[in-house]
């Protein structure tokens, strides 16, 4: 079952003959609220990695006030992410036709998609189908003589992480230092430019003109269990064939792996996987077999969804230099404002590194886990969690690994 | 009727008011949760985390700072789990800060060492090569320092600049880290109001230019008093140790301010100027401090010639022995007050337009007296007292007694003048709120107004003159003045 890359459609002219802009047209006959209602039936929760139930998000905008805004998260720079791009790519009219419907639905007549400042060519992509839309009245003044007006920006990031998260995004668009606010007031409330603002990831988005057209409860049928619906996984790493993937959640791993992954390459072994982007818990081979990709399997298996970048580890990848990197990444991404993620990640970042060079001390690998929980959940956003959750993961899964470096040399990066 | 949540605080029940948080709820009712970005005058920032608070049905603990009380909370201030969390942070927080404790001169007023104290005391699993340095002692302005590697980026310095004096100097330049405090380009930290950044960084980042290295804080003592340099009278704290003022700062108060400026706070150095007079000079003679030279001056003016003008630089105690020594002693009528400036705040915040401490206390003498307002007239007069800068408006050709802090080439005796750091004195503001200078050092080289004036009386040969404060602050109630005051 597909519906995000189902069919491929770079231009309108395709997309329209594949089955697109019709579910505009359906929602300007429904009302705002039924709209909400649908979304809410279908059970889709938000891709950007949080899982949040959509059509709830939405039902937070006060219906009555002005100035509301819709937002699309298209910041995509977790490492092992990149299936908002694909998307855009293959499918760049689904995105609109999904903001336009939202737009409708909480009653925002200005919409911004936020975009990783290195995806040029997707930026320019999306200003093509923007113009494309307007020119067909799928966008701008009174759209489709329904009455509701709907623009679309796209604003271009400048390579800062944190902008990924949703208020240090609203900042970057004010054209401020991206830094995550402090909540509440949330977003729905006191968004961007002061007005009540959903954002959104790409792919929740692109996912609302199906359900329009075939109703929340088809949408919920698909998957497993309290995961509805499907998936985008990116697979990067030694497998077969990596790449994008829209599987049916509930999926289990090994199927995947094996049928479409198509395994592991000649002469590599599994090790480990990461299933939802880089800051969830890593997985052993062994838990990764018996996991289903969804949100409640892979939370009972301690991990999580997240943004469905999944990464596949070798054997012969050492687990400390993959950790280390990792720490580098969010030491160098931290916006700083909280105590404990601006001293900690850079705390265990050198930790890290002293260990890969094989000058830890045997309290190390302690003090990193320590340091890893104490900034656990006391930060204004989940970046400092985002490392300490695969810090003490990768270090209670593979201490095996980190004792090498301790004690002499490394089998694996023979450092 | 607003809404008063009740909530419980490690353990007992409280009535809040509605949207305070839970902080201010604590601090209302004597709980102390420790906080280093929070700042009762400028916005929420959150982000040092110190304030975090256990709520109960809640995962995670909260910042007390930022959490608006709601009914039926249950809120755990001291908990296992919030001491941990306070001890870890203050652990983040010392990750990169220097060891410079011994040479630092916030040692002794510095969060960083008070909480290490109470809620740290671990031992440190960091080693100096493992530090991040930073800039170190740069001047930012003319009374700022700033050394960036104390910083604990609390942001209260860049929020006071957006907020408070609306220049918005300072940002947090780079992240993560290697964040740090700066000074947007070609500008200087030189608004009206920079002193008060060193007060509010809770740490020794930020340190006072004047004041640095000069006392270490565990010796100074505080007297509570007011500013004199102009009519909005902030209420402040007078830091001084051997006789020696070293400091002003805020006494934070709803009336009147939460800070100081900065001209307000140097007002102490006029004391200790190289021009400060310890001694009467009449026409460019030196006299000590003999008074009766004072009088020999002036024995042979005929009162009726002599005009004396109240003085808004002068206190209501000073100001009334002036006019009790003119109308009771000299038995003359010219007694005057100045034309006065217009009072009101023009930068909103603090600064009045008024550079005189007590215009709103002589118009009210004036009023309840019924006193003359200037006319410019002095000029028919051939001696005027007065202090000496109300003098040099009105006695620019005639003899008089003028009373000065410094010394002057004017044409007359100048009295050496006790400070009001050094004298007790009333001073009315803008708002009227009647407020009393306090003694905080000694000087014996000066006189109070009231000292001269009483005894100039003794030598005219009255014995009616008053004899102390006291019967002063009993002519100031028998004539309704201070009915006016606040
Ligand atoms: C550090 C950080 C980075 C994030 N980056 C992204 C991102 O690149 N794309 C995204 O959609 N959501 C990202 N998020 C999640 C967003 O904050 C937000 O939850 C999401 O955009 C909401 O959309 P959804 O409900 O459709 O998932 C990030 C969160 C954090 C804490
Ligand atoms: S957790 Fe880290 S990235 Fe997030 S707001 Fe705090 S310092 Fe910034
Ligand atoms: S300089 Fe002081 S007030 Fe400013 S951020 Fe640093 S610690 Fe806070
Ligand atoms: S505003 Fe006026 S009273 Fe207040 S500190 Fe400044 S000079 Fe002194
Ligand atoms: S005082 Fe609450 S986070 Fe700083």
Not at chain 1, 396 to 402: A, G, P, S, W
Not at chain 2, 403 to 421: E, R
Request: proline share 4%; aromatic share 10%; glycine share 8%.
């Amino acid at each position: 079952m597909k519906i995000l890359l189902d069919k491929i459609s770079f231009d309108i002219e395709t997309y329209i003959r594949n089955g697109g802009y019709l579910a505009i047209k359906k929602a300007f006959s429904m009302k705002p609220a039924e709209i909400i209602e649908e979304v809410k039936t279908s059970n889709l929760r938000g891709r950007g990695g949080a899982g949040f139930p959509t059509g709830l998000k939405w039902s937070f905008i006060p219906a009555d006030k002005k100035n509301k805004y819709l937002v699309c998260n298209s910041d995509e720079s977790e490492p092992g992410t990149f299936k908002d791009r694909e998307l855009i790519n293959k499918n760049p009219h689904s995105l609109l036709e999904g903001m336009i419907i939202a737009a409708y639905a909480i009653g925002a007549n200005e919409g911004y998609i936020y975009i990783r400042g290195e995806f040029a060519k997707e930026a320019r992509i999306l200003e093509k189908a923007i113009y494309e839309a307007k020119k067909k009245w799928f966008l701008g003044e009174n759209i489709l003589k329904s009455g509701f007006s709907f623009n679309i920006k796209v604003v271009r990031g400048a390579g800062a992480y944190i902008c990924g998260e949703e208020t240090a995004l609203l900042e970057s668009i004010e054209g401020k230092k991206g830094q995550p606010r402090l909540k509440p007031p949330f977003p729905a409330i006191v968004g961007l430019y002061g007005g009540p603002t959903v954002i959104n990831n790409v792919e929740t988005l692109a996912t609302v003109p199906w359900i329009i057209l075939n109703g929340g409860k088809a949408y919920s049928a698909i998957g497993k269990g309290k995961s509805s619906g499907t998936k985008l996984f990116s697979v990067s790493g030694p497998v077969k064939k990596p790449g994008v993937y829209e599987i049916e959640l509930g999926t289990p791993f090994k199927d995947f792996f094996e049928n479409q992954l198509g395994g592991m390459k000649e002469g590599e072994r599994l090790k480990a996987v990461i299933p939802g982007g880089s800051s969830v818990p890593v997985l052993t081979a062994e838990e990764a077999m018996k996991v289903t990709l969804d949100y409640e399997s892979l939370q009972s298996a301690g991990t999580m969804l997240g943004s469905g970048g999944m990464i596949i580890i070798p054997e012969r990848q050492c687990m400390v230099e993959a950790l280390w990197i990792l720490a580098r990444f969010y030491h160098h991404e931290s916006c700083g404002q909280c105590t404990p993620c601006r001293e900690g990640t850079g705390w265990i970042e050198g930790i890290l590194k002293r260990i890969l060079q094989g000058k830890g001390k045997r309290e190390d690998l302690n003090n990193a886990k320590e340091i890893a929980q104490n900034m656990m959940g006391k930060t204004i956003c989940p970046l400092a969690d985002a490392l300490a959750m695969p810090v003490i993961s990768y270090i209670n899964k593979f201490e095996k690994e980190f004792v090498y470096h301790l004690e002499g040399k490394c089998p694996l990066c023979q450092k | 009727m607003s809404f008063m949540p009740k909530i419980k605080i490690d353990g007992k029940e409280y009535i809040a008011k509605e949207n305070e948080t839970i902080l201010q709820c604590a601090q209302r009712n004597g709980i102390y949760i420790p906080r280093y970005c929070y700042h009762p005058s400028l916005s929420i920032a959150g982000n040092c985390r110190m304030c975090l608070v256990e709520i109960e049905k809640m995962p995670k603990l909260q910042t007390a700072c930022s959490t608006i009380v709601a009914e039926g909370m249950n809120v755990f201030t001291s908990s296992e789990k919030v001491k941990k969390a306070r001890k870890d942070v203050l652990e983040f927080l010392l990750k990169n800060h220097p060891i410079d404790c011994p040479i630092c001169d916030q040692a002794g007023e510095c969060y960083l060492q008070d909480y290490y104290m109470d809620y740290g005391l671990r031992k440190s699993r960091v080693s100096l090569n493992e530090k991040v340095r930073r800039g170190k002692r740069r001047q930012l302005g003319d009374y700022l320092i700033l050394d960036n590697e104390r910083c604990i980026l609390c942001t209260r310095c860049v929020r006071f600049c957006e907020e408070v004096t609306k220049t918005s100097e300072l940002f947090v330049a780079n992240r993560g880290d290697h964040s740090f405090i700066d000074i947007k380009p070609e500008t200087s930290l030189n608004n009206p109001y920079s002193l008060n950044i060193a007060d509010i960084c809770p740490v020794g980042a930020f340190t006072s230019a004047d004041f640095r290295f000069r006392q270490r804080v565990w010796f100074l003592k505080t007297t509570e008093s007011i500013c004199l340099g102009c009519a909005t009278g902030c209420r402040i704290k007078v830091q001084h140790n051997d006789n020696t003022v070293y400091r002003i700062l805020p006494l934070p108060n709803e009336e009147t301010n939460t800070w100081l400026c900065d001209f307000g706070r140097m007002t102490y150095k006029e004391m200790y100027s190289e021009d400060r007079l310890n001694h009467i000079t009449i026409e460019s003679q030196e006299f000590g401090l003999d008074l009766d030279k004072v009088f020999d001056y002036i024995k042979e003016v005929k009162p009726q010639e002599i005009a004396v003008f109240l003085s808004p630089n002068l206190s209501i105690e000073d100001n009334i022995a002036l006019y009790y020594f003119a109308s009771n002693v000299l038995k003359t009528e010219n007694i005057f007050i100045p034309s006065l400036p217009e009072r009101k705040i023009e930068d909103g915040i603090l600064k009045n337009s008024d550079p005189y401490p007590n215009s709103t206390g002589i118009e009210i003498i004036a009023n309840k007296l019924k006193l003359k307002k200037d006319e410019k007239t002095s000029e028919k007069f051939a001696l005027v007292i007065s202090s000496l800068e109300i003098a040099k408006t009105y006695a620019r050709d005639s003899k008089g007694i003028f009373f000065s802090l410094t010394k002057s080439d004017m044409n007359g005796a100048i009295v050496p003048m006790k400070s009001y750091f050094e004298n007790e004195g009333t001073f009315v503001n803008w708002q009227k709120y009647a407020r009393k200078t306090t003694v905080s050092v000694v000087n014996e080289k000066a006189f109070s107004v009231f000292d001269v004036m009483k005894r100039l009386a003794v030598l005219f040969g009255s014995n009616s003159f008053f004899s102390s404060l006291k019967d002063i602050e009993k002519f100031i109630s028998s004539n309704g003045i201070d009915k006016e005051f606040k």
